[in-house]
């Protein structure tokens, strides 16, 4: 019973069957020069560990069909290698953009995010794969926008669907991942990270990884308004001297996304991403948020010339600090 629970803590840290068994087959070794379990010799002292080994180091995939199969040996999803591949479609692009290093960088926390948050969850080791993957892929649509302009806010494009787009075409997904079995999950992550609300009677997997990718995205988003964003002289002084959309407002203290189709100005920008706090799926997202204060952050950077809006900002903070605080994590 002692040496089980050894191996048990070995496994949790030992990710791969070889290491696992090598630190395995070192505490038995170990006990065994203390008299531990003495009547354990020869084959015994190598099979125990090894069969263990082989049972415990991989979590199981949740799988809707018990009669699917997965080849531990053929890892479907690298994440290494698609980051790679990301890299190699944004520069066959040859983007004259200054927005991409950046969007690239947003890109890989968003994806780092998603692979924290799957982990919480407790998925599998695939699924955690699957939620890195479209957190990879998320913004694949907003390098095409770029070859139209260097503006994030364009007119009637929606870099949700251009991403589902591109990786339709020519079955250009397949450069991401080797079989099909994930690809509508992916389709429909992408496509659903950037609208207002989730399309109506997506099955529970599809849900599952919309919300994942959702939430990273807006950690990443409120963490990128607080140190990012808003840099430019101008830009900084267009948020400073406005005002705020009272309809807006009316959203946000209705603990609602603060609808930017109601913006007045260049302010509510702040607006909306404060907003985002209320949009959040995971007790271990809000959790994120509490302790970077990013939120908050953002709207402090900005010194408010127009009084009313200064008044309001404050409240706002306000607002949202007693938000947080009564969110349980």
């Known amino acids: 019973m002692v040496l089980w629970l050894y191996y048990r803590k070995v496994l949790r840290t030992s990710y791969n069957i070889k290491r696992s068994t090598e630190n395995c087959f070192a505490i038995f070794a170990s006990e065994q020069r203390?008299?531990?379990?003495?009547?354990?010799?020869?084959?015994?002292?190598?099979?125990?560990?090894l069969l263990f080994c082989l049972a415990h180091t991989h979590k199981p995939l949740n799988l809707k069909n018990k009669n699917d199969k997965i080849a531990t040996r053929d890892i479907m999803i690298e994440i290494e290698k698609a980051k790679k591949?990301?890299?190699?479609?944004?520069?066959?692009?040859?983007?004259?953009n200054s927005k991409v290093k950046n969007k690239i960088e947003h890109i890989f926390r968003v994806s780092e995010n998603c692979e924290k948050i799957a982990q919480k969850l407790e998925l599998s080791q695939e699924e955690i794969n699957l939620a890195q993957l479209i957190g990879l892929l998320h913004d694949i649509g907003r390098f095409q926008q770029y070859k139209i302009t260097d503006k994030n806010e364009l007119k009637k494009f929606d870099h949700g669907e251009a991403g589902v787009k591109l990786l339709k075409e020519n079955n250009y997904i397949r450069k991401y991942i080797k079989e099909n079995k994930y690809d509508e999950i992916i389709y429909t992550a992408v496509y659903e990270h950037n609208k207002y609300e989730l399309s109506k009677q997506l099955t529970k997997e599809k849900k599952l990884f919309c919300k994942i990718i959702k939430d990273a995205d807006k950690i990443d988003l409120l963490y990128e308004g607080a140190y990012i964003y808003w840099q430019e002289p101008e830009r900084k002084k267009q948020i400073e001297e406005g005002k705020l959309s009272n309809k807006m407002l009316k959203d946000f203290y209705e603990y609602k996304l603060a609808d930017k189709r109601n913006s007045i100005s260049e302010t509510d920008q702040i607006l909306t991403f404060a907003s985002f706090v209320f949009d959040i799926n995971f007790d271990f997202s809000i959790k994120i948020l509490k302790e970077n204060g990013n939120a908050i952050k953002m709207i402090e950077?900005?010194?408010?010339?127009?009084?009313?809006?200064?008044?309001?900002m404050q409240k706002v903070k306000e607002f949202l600090n007693t938000y947080l605080e009564t969110k349980q994590t």
């Open 301 to 312: 950077k900005f010194d408010y010339q127009n009084l009313e809006t200064k008044e309001e």
């Open 34 to 49: 203390r008299g531990m379990n003495s009547n354990l010799k020869g084959h015994k002292i190598l099979i125990m560990p």
């Open 85 to 96: 591949q990301l890299i190699n479609h944004v520069e066959s692009l040859n983007l004259k």
